[in-house]
């Protein structure tokens, strides 16, 4: 079965901390991928990052960060020196014929 | 600009009424997709389609009915069988591989009067 699993249902930091938002997967596929996407209030879902099985090289972009551990099947994506406009809902995501997206984690950065 | 547009952004429907929501792509995607969103439930997948003509159910397709006559269409008709019908609804397309991300359109908030 496939599924992902983001325990964190609501996060609230103060502008400029570190947040780490956390994703664990479940596949019996040897090669799959993970994604991240961002869903700020007008709606629309933004790609942020893909990832393959076969890739555990950590990847920073900006003050975005993603650590993937095929070891726990984790995908944890790191927003360094937060501000106001990372409040969103942010989506992992398992692709195989069709997507397998997290429940969402909401992320409040208060000013 | 290429993308995926879906209309209306708001609707309102009556019960008992069938809705049509539209969904329309110009990225030459192969596979589109219609997700479910309600608060703390993430995305819910309710149709997906590979190739034109053909489509599968997902994991709450009951009440919910597609069609993929063409390749850049993908339109959603909410039946009067389906009991909760208010959310908000996402189209999405890729291409029809593994590997590459999905592109999502505006949404579609429903609520039913």
């Known amino acids: 079965a496939q599924k992902v699993t983001q325990a964190q249902t609501e996060i609230s930091v103060v502008e400029k901390e570190d947040v780490t938002l956390d994703c664990v997967y479940e596949?019996?596929?040897?090669?799959?991928?993970l994604f991240w996407y961002k869903q700020p209030p007008s709606g629309e879902l933004v790609f942020l990052i893909r990832?393959?099985?076969?890739?555990?090289q950590n990847e920073i972009s900006g003050r975005y960060s993603w650590n993937f551990q095929k070891s726990t099947s984790s995908f944890n994506f790191t927003i360094t020196a937060s501000q106001v406009v990372d409040s969103a809902v942010y989506f992992c995501?398992?692709?195989?014929?069709?997507?397998?997206f997290g429940t969402g984690t909401s992320l409040t950065v208060i000013p | 600009d290429g993308g995926i547009t879906q209309s209306p952004k708001y609707l309102f429907r009556k019960e008992g009424q069938n809705v049509t929501l539209s969904c329309e792509q110009n990225?030459?995607?192969?596979?589109m997709y219609w997700y479910r969103q309600d608060p703390g439930q993430g995305l819910r997948l309710i149709y997906y389609?590979?190739?034109?003509?053909?489509?599968q159910k997902g994991d709450i397709a009951e009440g919910y009915s597609v069609s993929r006559e063409k390749k850049e269409s993908f339109p959603l008709t909410v039946t009067s069988a389906q009991k909760n019908p208010t959310a908000f609804y996402l189209c999405?397309?890729?291409?029809?591989?593994?590997?590459?991300?999905?592109?999502f359109g505006q949404g579609t908030r429903l609520t039913v009067v």
């Open positions: 389609s590979q190739i034109v003509n053909d489509f």
């Open positions: 596949t019996r596929d040897t090669t799959y991928y």
């Open positions: 995501a398992l692709s195989g014929n069709q997507f397998y």
């Open positions: 999405a397309s890729r291409q029809n591989l593994m590997n590459t991300e999905a592109f």
């Open positions: 990225l030459n995607h192969d596979a």
């Open positions: 990832r393959n099985s076969f890739d555990e």
